[in-house]
């Protein structure tokens, strides 16, 4: 079947999509993620059917809490803990977790693996066609890290979609994880490049109007000001500092002093920012930076479970969740702001 959807519907898709064996892969999609550094933390996996890429491997990982979904008789999908002891057998055929194992928030899932019988580069998912997933996706905040999983051959240029369709943002094969979606600039590629290796799979939101300031994002997200992690690079005592802070907040210099015990501080130039972190005021991030920085985060920030960071221009912004921000830049803990942008 060709890559290109033209006018064939979902049903023709799903025809063609069953004829294909994603279970042989099973082995090299699982090492793949396996070795991809943004899986960590509480991951929702799925119990894989016979003829799907069974992901079992990766649940007895320590780096992982691994959660399960549950599909009940009526209603939407819950999600619970994996407890292997405590499973039974949906009607469908697929194992799922019995009703009284212990329910896991969504808010405290930070990746979910997402099957399908086939996703494109866009990040669209060809599901069964009952919507329970779509629905799930459409539940889970927006730093959630989504990835399908798949086989080479099921990730297709482009799917038919529907106004209820969730896309993921990565989908995961036996030659890699791909990032799915629009077109991004050299800058942002390298942004999302660099992040990886550190535990951050940025999902790229771009707005043409630009994100250039705190303010800017939030209004272009629909989130609260202080929701914006901005990144504002400090030259302190000759040395380059990078403070992480809410948008609702401003940096106070000789509070950033204290912290460091230094003598002075001053923000940077524009030419220096891009000299020293290889990004343009207004888009500089906080994790894949070219050249090692030091980073202080404000507490301020710790209101949120999740936030939104720079996505490498003043275009672009990325939901991710704090704990994970925070760890990928080696951020310290510091007080450095005042009330008041």
Request: a negative charge; glycine letters at 10%; charged letters at 25%.
């Amino acid at each position: 079947m060709s890559a290109a959807g033209g006018d064939r519907t979902k049903d023709d898709w799903r025809a063609w999509a069953k004829t294909i064996d994603r279970a042989q892969e099973s082995a090299s999609v699982a090492a793949t993620l396996k070795g991809w550094p943004p899986l960590h933390g509480t991951v929702l996996s799925y119990l894989a059917m016979a003829d799907e890429v069974n992901v079992g491997r990766l649940h007895s990982l320590d780096r992982c809490r691994i959660a399960i979904t549950r599909t009940p008789a009526n209603g939407p999908l819950s999600v619970h803990e994996h407890k292997p002891e405590l499973l039974e057998s949906h009607r469908l055929g697929f194992e799922q977790p019995i009703e009284d194992t212990p329910r896991v928030e969504l808010d405290d899932i930070d990746v979910v693996l997402v099957p399908g019988l086939a996703f494109d580069r866009r990040g669209n998912r060809l599901g069964w066609g009952k919507g329970y997933y779509d629905e799930l996706l459409a539940r889970l905040p927006a730093g959630v890290i989504r990835v399908g999983v798949t086989v080479d051959e099921l990730l297709v240029d482009a799917l038919p979609t529907d106004d209820h369709d969730q896309r993921v943002a990565w989908v995961a094969t036996e030659s890699g994880v791909h990032r799915t979606g629009v077109a991004i600039s050299d800058a942002t590629e390298r942004f999302v490049s660099g992040a990886i290796p550190s535990g951050v799979a940025p999902d790229i939101h771009r707005f043409p109007a630009g994100t250039r300031t705190s303010a800017d994002a939030a209004a272009a997200v629909g989130v609260e000001l202080g929701e914006i992690a901005k990144s504002i690079l400090f030259d302190v005592d000759g040395e380059s500092v990078l403070v992480i802070a809410p948008g609702d907040r401003r940096i106070n210099e000789i509070k950033l002093v204290a912290s460091l015990d230094a003598d002075s501080a001053r923000i940077v130039d524009r030419a220096t920012v891009h000299d020293r972190t290889g990004f343009v005021v207004g888009g500089t991030p906080a994790v894949g930076l070219p050249k090692s920085i030091r980073i202080l985060a404000d507490p301020g920030l710790a209101r949120y479970r999740w936030v939104w960071s720079a996505g490498g221009t003043p275009d672009t912004v990325y939901p991710v969740a704090l704990e994970r921000l925070i760890a990928a830049s080696g951020a310290r803990w510091a007080d450095v702001t005042d009330r008041g942008k």
